[in-house]
Nanobody, 125 residues
Framework: QVQLVESGGGLVQAGGSLRLSCAAS????????MGWFRQAPGKEREFVAA????????YYGDSVKGRFTISRDNAKNTVYLQMISLKPEDTAVYYC??????????????????WGQGTQVTVSS
């Protein structure tokens, strides 16, 4: 089992920035690829970003490319999502997730084995 706890969400004005963190416990963190997803009210869950086990490969959803950066610190068992130039449409609950494998297209929810409870990000206009 891997337990994931997100933090860092909050209310921010459009154009602002936030950094989300996801702390993992349980099994060896460095064995897992990590992803961030988000879900806005009334919408399906959307892929945001993913990072490979070593941190050497990253992958982003089209809507966040150039604005969001995913990274990880395996010594701290933590994955981060740095978000800049936030827009009201970025408002959502953000979830981190862990996958035993790095997939060529890591945007599929069903490829992830463990999920956190989510953290709310609200961007005001």
């Amino acid at each position: 089992q891997v337990q994931l706890v997100e933090s860092g969400g909050g209310l921010v004005q459009a154009g602002g920035s936030l950094r989300l963190s996801c702390a993992a416990s349980g099994r060896t963190f460095s064995n897992y690829a990590m992803g961030w997803f988000r879900q806005a009210p009334g919408k399906e869950r959307e892929f945001v970003a993913a990072v490979s086990q070593s941190g050497g490969t990253t992958y982003y959803g089209d809507s966040v490319k150039g604005r969001f950066t995913i990274s990880r610190d395996n010594a701290k068992n933590t994955v981060y999502l740095q978000m800049i130039s936030l827009k009201p449409e970025d408002t959502a609950v953000y979830y981190c997730a862990a996958s035993q494998f790095w997939h060529r297209s890591p945007r599929r929810e069903y490829d992830y084995d463990y999920w956190g409870q989510g953290t709310q990000v609200t961007v005001s206009s």
